[in-house]
């Protein structure tokens, strides 16, 4: 046989080879691709945050809440007296840190079959009146909520310091707490402090209880830009509760019409509450309680939990927190005050 001859044989071999190992290989991609097809889908829990200064005793959780959250280690403090009022806070004699609550609780007794209400607080603005806050979470715990929410301003300044004295009055709050950032949370407009003590697993996030889906927004730099917006739109669409909700800290309008209110995004805002059917958007960032219903929405601002009052362009500022009840459908929102 000629050189000529065996090299062309030495080269069909070759090429046969690597055809085979080629064809091998195709016929394995295909065959990943079909396995990874057929896989059920993996659903993404939304991270449900809770504060668990004490975790014996968080409370079991409601018939109507689904899965038991997974709760998070909570950051430790040390032990830190809790300051007093300050000069701006308008009070009559003397009064202790943590003065009991006069509310009476309402009798959530369930008919056989009936599905049980759903209750909850909001509160807001509860920066520098500790003693306030504390009250407010007295009375949230022995009202039947099942967990708070806050419009934001835990603190008056997103210092550790601040922080070691917010998470002194919240030891020993036992229900799930679910914060939005406002403007004092942040320090040079970062929430490094605020994600580190706060509880919230985010600038922003969602959760669903019952049939209500809350939706935790981001306004901390003074308004809703078009990335939030966009977040929002895309979260709101998703969700197939029949009753959504909104929490952030500014209000897109004030009810009693002054200008303290979102500094950007307000009209964009409010189109996509009414494009999306939003039931409720609970605000703070004012210092009174207020509330109005616009394009099918109901806008109600909380900012009564310990931060200076707004009384002189507010007719109902006042200590407070509110107190929500879902059920069969209706929604009822009281002003509670404290």
Known sequence: ????????????????????????????MVLSLIIVALQPPVATPTPIPTWTALPTLTPPPSPTAGPSPTAEASPTSPALSVPTLEA??????????????????????????????LIFAVAGDSRDGPNVYRRVLDAVTNDGSEFLLHTGDLVSEGTEDAWQVFEATMEGFPLPFYPVPGNHDGLGGKLDGYLAHS???????????GDVHLTMADSHNGGIGAAELAWLREDLSATAQPIKMVVLHHPPF????????????????MELMAEQKVSYVFAGHIHAYAREERNGVTYVITGGAGAPLYGADHPQAFRHYLRVVVQDGDVTVDAIEI
Do not use: C
């Open 1 to 28: 046989m000629s050189k000529r001859s065996r090299k062309k044989q030495k080269r069909s071999l070759s090429q046969t080879v690597i055809l085979v190992l080629s064809a091998l290989i195709a016929v394995s």
């Open 88 to 117: 701006t806070e308008p009070v009559s004699g003397p009064e202790p840190a943590t003065a009991t609550p006069t509310i009476t609780p309402t009798a959530t007794i369930t008919p056989s079959g009936a599905i049980p209400a």
């Open 199 to 209: 509880g919230a697993p985010a600038a922003h996030y969602s959760f669903d209880r």
């Open 254 to 269: 004030d009810p009693d019409g002054t200008d303290h209110i979102m500094a950007y995004g307000n009209e964009a805002f």
